[in-house]
């Protein structure tokens, strides 16, 4: 079983940035696509952004498009979620998740879809 690991995250005013990585360990990690995910309290797991294994294709969920950029660096079995222009409404605990299966062409939207979860990362934004 594929674990990940996440670092980042935290407090950031409205409008300011911060970056959230995971490491996955084990040596399979170009093969699979990966995506984040966030949980508001009260609400449940949202779709964020997800990447392809090869990197080429990437979804992002319309509230976060043109501000959250996901990326991933598979020489370092890292995935990172780049987010600036931070809206409290984007206060939640951010996990990284990998796909169920390898090599997909699309990359599945839904948590269901994806078996490994990183511990999540609080990230607060105030206003």
């Known amino acids: 079983q594929v674990q990940l690991v996440q670092s980042g995250g935290g407090s950031a005013q409205a409008g300011g940035s911060l970056r959230l990585s995971c490491v996955a360990s084990?040596?399979?990690?170009?093969?699979?696509?990966m995506a984040w995910f966030r949980q508001a309290p009260g609400k449940e797991r949202e779709f964020v952004a997800s990447i392809t294994w090869s990197g080429r294709t990437v979804n992002y969920a319309e509230p976060v498009k043109g501000r959250f950029t996901i990326s991933r660096d598979n020489a370092k079995n890292t995935v990172a979620l780049q987010m600036n222009a931070l809206k409290p409404e984007d206060t939640a605990v951010y996990f990284c998740a990998r796909d169920k299966y390898a090599l997909r062409v699309d990359v599945p939207t839904r948590a269901v879809e994806f078996d490994s979860w990183g511990q999540g990362s609080q990230v607060t934004v105030s206003s």
């Open positions: 084990g040596n399979t990690f170009s093969s699979y696509s």
